[in-house]
């Protein structure tokens, strides 16, 4: 197939794409609570605060600069919605331009066919949408990740150093944007390594060596500086814990998934955390796919080619490391969600769709024989039948509202930025409420100290953290005390939305809306 054919392809593939994620941030009202500190560190950029924006910040500092420079191209509004607006248009145009490479390595590994059929179904899959249409930095990670994967790849193809290059630099833009581009080196040094044990995939000892020298100097050079600011890869609690240079996190700590049991066994922990990564991997590829993933493993292309068997090699290491990482990201921190799955489940993707087009053919020669045409004809329409049923089923889910069961949060900010007097101070866990009402407050990052301030005057939270059993539902039913809510958004219980409560702590609250009492009915 030509060049030309494959940009067309390539082309008609980004057009829906654009369209599903346009689609989905349109009808975002509050973005992941996790784009909050995004947009702060994007605010900090913009400013020239590059204290907080960068040495100081828990994030990698590519993403929000990445929503700096699309929020000045926009217009350079203040308001939280102009800023919301800047990080899903960012978000969104990675996410669309990550066609390109996610074609690419399909097209490496899997050949033609596979490669525009793993592009649909990794978008017809309801969580890689949403994780790219929301305020999130995958959407510009897995861009540059993708892309470090497939300048990889055309390496271990061809063995000519001069693809560690761009792939070095791709890495190196991927680990500013989230500490897990470290792994991409890694893991291209891993196969380096192994390869020297299976003869047919050996590359020549020049080109060995070569490549050997510049995937250890080359991210030294490029990640170097920042890892030496930093004092470390990343700042983030998570990779603290992650390498063992801090202890795991309490039984009750925030990022906690549920409290955990503290005479749970180490067996039994690995068993939790094992069960949490596949349930994740599931979030993210589906039950379906990861089936037709490892049936299409089975499946062997027509034509020999080593830079494949190289290929599978250099991306079952990032997935097998990866996944392993996810169970210590789950045993140390007690979380793990599809979003943080991603790196594993676009490959696996990719190989179910290897997988749905070895299958399509033994189904077209079981009914056609050896007729050429009549084959072709049979698999072809197979394989335009798989998207189209899929999307069918999955449809709903791929297109519902992201993060619609907390919208309420949003109303909460803006009902309080109407009615808190100045100088009051609002207690919202979340943050959503602070930041959709510019309200001065304090969320999970800080909560402790609301309890000393004498300005508190308003809490903002949803049914789970009135009757949960953490730690920081205790600090809200102390603060609560009681008191019925001045206001619910919404106004009626509706199935899957929370409801979010504005409770006043202190007195003077002066309105002409009806009674707190009529609003909860």
Known sequence: MTTAKHAARIGALMVPVAILLGWLAARTEVMYADGLRY???ARAV???????????????????????????????????????????????????????????????????????????????????????????????FLLLWTWGCWFALRFLKRGGALWLAPMVLAAGLAFLTRPEGLLLPAALAATLGLMLLRPSIRLSWPAWTRATALIVVGPMLVMGPYVAMKGGIGTK???????????????????????????????????????????????????????????GLFFRPAESDPGRPRGKLFLGIICAAWILALVRLYETGGYCTPRHALIAALPLIAAAARGLVGLSEVLARRLTGEVESRRRLVQATALAACPLAIGGSWGGQTLAPINGAHNGYRRAGEWLAQHASAGETVFDLKGWALYYGDLPGYSFADYGRALGDPALGWLVAHDAFLVGEWDYCQTVRDLTA????????????????????????????????????????
């Open 39 to 41: 947009v702060a560190g």
């Open 46 to 140: 913009d400013r020239g605060d590059w204290k907080t924006s960068v040495v100081r910040a828990v994030d990698h500092p590519a993403y929000p600069m990445a929503i700096a420079g699309v929020h000045r191209l926009l217009g350079g509004g203040d308001s939280p919605q102009d800023w919301q607006t800047a990080a899903q248009v960012a978000s969104v145009v990675a996410g669309v331009l990550l066609v390109v490479p996610l074609y690419l390595v399909a097209l490496e590994l899997f050949g033609p066919t596979a490669a525009w059929l793993a592009c649909a179904l990794a978008f017809l899959v309801p969580n890689t949408g949403h994780v790219l249409a929301d305020a999130l930095s995958e959407g510009l």
């Open 237 to 295: 609690p998570a990779v603290a814990r992650l390498l063992g240079t801090a202890p795991k996190s309490t039984t009750m700590a925030i990022e906690r998934e549920r409290p955990l049991d503290p005479d749970q066994t180490a067996l039994k922990s690995l068993a939790v955390a094992c069960r949490a990564v596949f349930r994740a991997l599931q979030g993210a590829a589906t039950t379906p796919l990861l089936i037709l993933a490892a049936a």
């Open 482 to 521: 009681g008191r019925a809510p001045v206001w619910s958004f919404p106004e009626t219980r509706r199935k899957g939305v929370s409801r979010v409560h504005v409770f006043k702590l202190s007195p003077g609250l002066a309105r002409s809306e009806p009674s707190p009492e009529s609003a909860m009915k």
